[in-house]
Nanobody, 131 residues
């Protein structure tokens, strides 16, 4: 089992920056196995969408077109925290941001960004961007 806890959300004006974090914990087997870690977001009345993913074993990353060049996903050397640095924020970036994980040996799994492809989820952290 993997537990995920997000932090770092808040309110910012358009053009500003925020960094959200995801603390990863769990049993030793799950923590030692490679994982695809992802950040998703959901605005009121909209579907949850994948924003960025990172494969824990090689730090390879993927981004949604809407955030590519503005957001950056990374993990610490201990692989116990995943970050999402968000720059040049826009009002349409507002929403609840969720950290997600799936234990997998396949880097290609990180190309998947549908909700059902990840089986561990955090409780979310709110990001609000005002114009």
């Amino acid at each position: 089992q993997v537990q995920l806890v997000e932090s770092g959300g808040g309110s910012v004006q358009a053009g500003g920056s925020l960094r959200v974090s995801c603390a990863v914990s769990g049993d030793s087997v799950s923590l030692s196995n490679p994982k695809c870690m992802g950040w998703f977001r959901q605005a009121p009345g909209k579907e949850r969408e994948g924003v960025a993913t990172i494969f824990s074993a090689d730090d390879s990353t993927h981004y949604a077109d809407s955030v590519n060049g503005r957001f950056s996903i990374s993990q610490d050397s201990a692989k116990t925290t995943v970050y999402l640095q968000m720059n040049s924020l826009k009002p349409e970036d507002s929403g609840m941001y969720y950290c997600a994980a799936v234990v997998t040996n396949l880097p290609s799994w990180c190309l998947r960004t549908t909700r059902s492809d990840y089986n561990f989820w955090g409780q979310g952290t709110q990001v609000t961007v005002s114009s």
